[in-house]
């Protein structure tokens, strides 16, 4: 059963200084699972995993995973600047971008990050961005169709947007070690939300091969191969979580059998976790502000979809607790709703839950990646604050609340808008 991590008492007290909706993040989780993850790949002196930013974008949970060995995965300009103002910088920032804008490249360079190719057709516009190239370049793969595991479809590696095939990587490499680039990585991404011990070993044993396969027909040195995001999480109550120290002697293997055994025992590991990283160690915290009966019955709460877009955007289901309610019997049937005009804008449909009563707080699990994240602005409705519950049990305010006049600030144009009083 998925249990918050946060208690009605202590919500009580936390609303009592910050209304909701609110995100609420769990150091002593966040830090605990980085820990676990580097215990998984502790046989691999290089390892590390580089954060991906776009996941959870606050420089206190940066900082946070950066205390405990995290880099950061960018993949813009100001995920980059934020990188920056945090004090990540160098090979601690991995540039993983895709249809980049060439002042990107330029950014990254100066930061002393590792620089991910997503295509071939970079190399000439890196090259007049940065005049010459770093000393170590990455380029991603894309074996093309489908992407398959003993479980079934895992995803459609030919209809996505990234990475060169495999020819391309290849000419690629050539070209790069052409213009004096002396040490290679290799990066891909094949699937989302993996819920499977067997996803990053399988990834992990067709990179192997594929830098093998690349060392001997081009000769370039492949210093890293950069497996990133894809470890799931148990959105659902009854899913099996991936156990991170199974993965890790998973990929361990085919690291022996694959880049041992060829001689190049001195690959360094990568990731670019997301989701994996922060997903479960966060919640949103909102009210039930509404109830309606008509040919459903419906639970208007003061969150919606531009607090967590995944449920409107996937169809993605979220755990919901009523706090206080989580022993009462779930003999309900409601859809949860914000209150965006938009239809999907609903956090649970024919969810059973406890009964709901106005003023009652829910918990919506699983929103700590990809959650405020992918916030917005639709129907004027303001981004939440972000509140980290500290290890010592204290909070603190990570990002307040926007307000109108944050809403309305990129209006200078309009001097009636520029001029409102709207000073909270
Ligand atoms: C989104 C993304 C990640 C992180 O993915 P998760 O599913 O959150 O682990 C890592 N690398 C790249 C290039 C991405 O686009």
Not at 105 to 124: M, R, S, V, W
Not at 178 to 205: C, M, R, W
Not at 314 to 322: D, E, F, K, N, S
Request: proline share 5%.
């Amino acid at each position: 059963m998925k249990k918050p991590f946060v208690t009605l008492e202590k919500a009580q007290e936390l609303i009592r200084e910050y209304p909701t909706p609110f995100h609420l993040y769990d150091e002593k989780g966040i830090r605990e699972n980085a820990r676990r993850l580097r215990e998984a790949f502790s046989w691999n002196p290089g390892f590390k995993e580089y954060f991906a930013v776009k996941a959870n974008a606050n420089p206190f949970v940066l900082r946070i995973l950066n205390e405990e060995g995290c880099g950061c995965d960018c993949s813009s300009m100001t995920e980059l600047m934020l990188s920056e103002a945090v004090g990540i910088t160098g090979s601690d920032v991995m540039f993983s971008s895709n249809d980049t804008p060439p002042e990107e490249f330029k950014k990254a360079a100066e930061l002393g990050a590792y620089i991910n190719l997503d295509d071939i057709t970079q190399i000439p516009v890196v090259e007049k961005v940065l005049g010459s190239f770093p000393k170590t370049m990455c380029c991603r793969f894309n074996p093309g169709g489908i992407f398959q595991m003993s479980n079934g479809i895992m995803d459609n590696p030919g209809d996505a947007k990234y990475g060169m095939t495999r020819s391309q990587i290849a000419e690629a490499f050539r070209i790069l070690m052409d213009k004096g680039v002396e040490q290679f990585g290799i990066h891909a991404f094949l699937a989302s939300n993996t819920v499977t011990n067997e996803y990053y070993p399988k990834l992990a044993s067709i990179l192997f091969e594929l830098a093998v396969e690349l060392n001997k027909e081009t000769g370039a040195h492949i210093s890293f191969i950069n497996l990133s995001g894809g470890i799931g999480i148990p959105y659902l109550p009854d899913q099996e979580p991936n156990d991170i120290s199974v993965i890790g002697d998973g990929v361990h293997r085919c690291y022996d059998e694959i880049l041992g055994k060829a001689g190049m025992g001195d690959v360094k590991i990568f990731t670019e976790l997301g989701r994996y990283m922060l997903a479960p160690y966060g919640c949103l915290v909102t009210t039930a502000i509404n109830e309606k009966h008509t040919y459903k019955e419906y639970i208007g709460v003061d969150a919606c979809a531009v607090d967590l877009m995944r449920p409107a955007m996937y169809g993605a289901y979220h755990h919901i607790t009523v706090l206080g309610k989580e022993d009462q019997p779930c003999d309900h049937m409601y859809d949860v709703t914000g209150s965006l005009c938009e239809n999907n804008d609903k956090f649970a449909i024919d969810r059973m839950l406890p009964a709901i009563e106005q003023g009652d707080i829910l918990v919506i699990h699983d929103t700590g990646g990809h959650g405020y994240s992918m916030g917005y602005n639709y129907n004027g409705k303001l981004r939440s604050a972000e509140i980290l519950l500290r290890e010592d049990g204290s909070a603190q305010l990570i990002r307040r609340a926007e307000t109108p006049r944050d809403y309305f600030a990129t209006f200078d144009c309009f001097d009636i808008l520029r001029d409102m009083k709207y000073n909270d």
